[in-house]
């Protein structure tokens, strides 16, 4: 199975994710933000960074890249899309997923091994999870604190579509100590955590990671 994996000007942890995938059994394919079309991948991984430096919000301009067109209609079709810390922001700036993430409250950037719960294993980028099962993966972000409208974050909880959660202190100040959430169909999901640096004993403080990129390939291969 082939897994996108896009670049923008400022990404950080593209070649981490495609990696991620290798390690997982996948094909990695690198999209770059200039690509008109997904060169039929079967499911896309928006990576961690600094996309377009950032400048005016964490992914607002990376939203408007050539890449994100054909992305955006593939998601609403089905597509598997993960967002990964910039790109769970990307994901939000487009619309793909409900609220926002703004500066942590302490003002500071954080980077530290992250305890977190699995809350939902119904997206595809999950299912190889125990709902409640707890996982350590590493979090580094300077505006990580996911926020929403009440009406919108009673919506996630009731849906079931917090997909994981911070246990422990909230290290950001997200709203109901939600780490990411999953649209209504639960193939486009996005965290603030790095999953891809949790893939290998010698590099990452566990494995937890893996699932991610596991689940989203099993799940293709039943397709």
């Known amino acids: 199975m082939r897994v996108g994996v896009v670049t923008f000007p400022g990404s950080l942890d593209d070649r ?24 039929g991948v079967d499911a896309v991984v928006l990576p961690g960074g600094f996309s377009y430096g950032d400048y005016l919000r964490c ?20 597509l598997p899309v993960l967002g990964i810390c910039n790109g769970f922001q990307v994901l939000c700036e487009s619309h793909l997923l409900p609220g926002a993430l703004i500066r942590n409250d302490h003002r500071k950037f954080v980077c530290r091994d992250q305890p977190l719960r699995v809350e939902s294993t119904s997206t595809a980028w999950t299912s190889g999870y125990a709902t409640g099962q707890e996982i350590v993966i590493p979090l580094k972000n300077g505006e990580g604190g996911y926020v929403a409208d009440q009406r919108t974050l009673d919506e996630l909880e009731g849906e079931g579509r917090v997909v994981v959660r911070y246990t422990g202190d909230n290290p950001n100040g997200s709203y109901r100590d939600i780490a990411g959430v999953t649209n209504a169909r639960g193939n486009v999901v996005g965290l603030m955590p790095h999953p891809e640096h949790a893939v290998e004993a010698l590099t990452g403080p566990t494995t937890d990671g893996l699932g991610f990129f596991t689940s989203v390939l099993e799940g293709l291969v039943r397709s």
């Open 59 to 78: 992914g607002a301009i990376a939203r408007f890249a050539p890449v994100m067109e054909p992305l955006v209609d593939a998601a609403r079709g089905g």
């Open 16 to 39: 981490d994710a495609a990696r991620a995938v290798r390690v997982a059994g996948g094909e990695a394919v690198s999209l770059w933000h200039g690509d008109a079309d997904l060169h």
